[in-house]
């Protein structure tokens, strides 16, 4: 079935460097949703992205979805400790299909 | 206020076992589900409920079964537990049909089979 790549798996980073996660599907995608999991904690939602080269930013966060909708990635610029934690994007199924599916996420760990 | 709320938080038993998990939401929302979480924090849907109807089923084993007394709530029964059965499992509701469809974590069940 349908499936998104999710690259790197994990990224070590210097506070204040930037951080780019990718999401990468063989096939459009209607949507894409990115969530934040902190260690220990539980997936919360970020964004969703709907539209055909669609960039979305909250404060430190680019959000970026393909003109072919067939990628997307999260930008975090000058990261912080608190940016530690596991990026997942998802996308779910169009039509009635309710189905979320998850990208195997990304680690970011940052140095102080 | 808790929007989802699991219970218990940690669960550790012997194999051979039954186990539940409960879950409840106060957002009001119609669907909820079920993910189990392994050690690769790898997310994988189990089951979905909307409006206590049985919208997803994965290939999940029979020992498994979810049960929805009202749109509230979704309950997860595990019979026979195995070790592979030990993961962290996070129920979660939606809206469908909301302007974002996001998904709402509960706190997520760590359970240990032994």
């Known amino acids: 079935g349908q499936q998104v790549m999710q690259i790197p798996q994990y990224q070590h980073v210097q506070e204040g460097e930037d951080f780019t996660t990718y999401c990468n599907s063989s096939?459009?995608?209607?949507?894409i949703q990115w969530y934040k999991q902190r260690p220990g904690g539980h997936p919360v939602f970020l964004i969703q992205?709907?539209?055909?080269?669609e960039v979305k930013k909250q404060k430190r966060l680019t959000f970026q979805f393909g003109e072919a909708k067939k990628n997307s990635s999260l930008h975090i610029t000058a990261t912080q400790t608190t940016d530690v934690g596991t990026y997942f994007c998802?996308?779910?199924?169009?039509?009635?299909?309710?189905?979320?599916?998850f990208g195997k996420g990304t680690l970011l760990t940052v140095n102080p | 206020d808790t929007a989802v709320s699991q219970t218990p938080k940690y669960l550790v038993t012997q194999m051979g076992n039954d186990k539940s998990i409960k879950c409840e939401q106060n957002?009001?929302?119609?669907?909820m589900y079920w993910y189990k979480q392994d050690s690769k924090k790898f997310l994988k849907i189990m089951f979905s409920?909307?409006?206590?109807?049985?919208?997803i089923n994965e290939t999940v084993p029979n020992r498994f079964s979810p049960k929805s007394p009202d749109k509230a709530h979704l309950n997860l029964h595990i019979n026979s537990l195995e070790l592979g059965d030990s993961a962290v499992y996070f129920c979660?509701?939606?809206?469908?049909?909301?302007?974002?469809?996001?998904?709402?974590f509960g706190p997520g069940t760590r359970l240990t089979v032994l």
């Open positions: 409920y909307n409006n206590k109807e049985l919208i």
């Open positions: 957002l009001g929302h119609d669907t």
């Open positions: 992205l709907v539209k055909s080269g």
């Open positions: 096939t459009t995608l209607s949507n």
């Open positions: 979660a509701s939606s809206q469908l049909g909301g302007l974002y469809n996001e998904q709402f």
């Open positions: 998802a996308y779910r199924g169009g039509g009635s299909n309710y189905k979320l599916t």
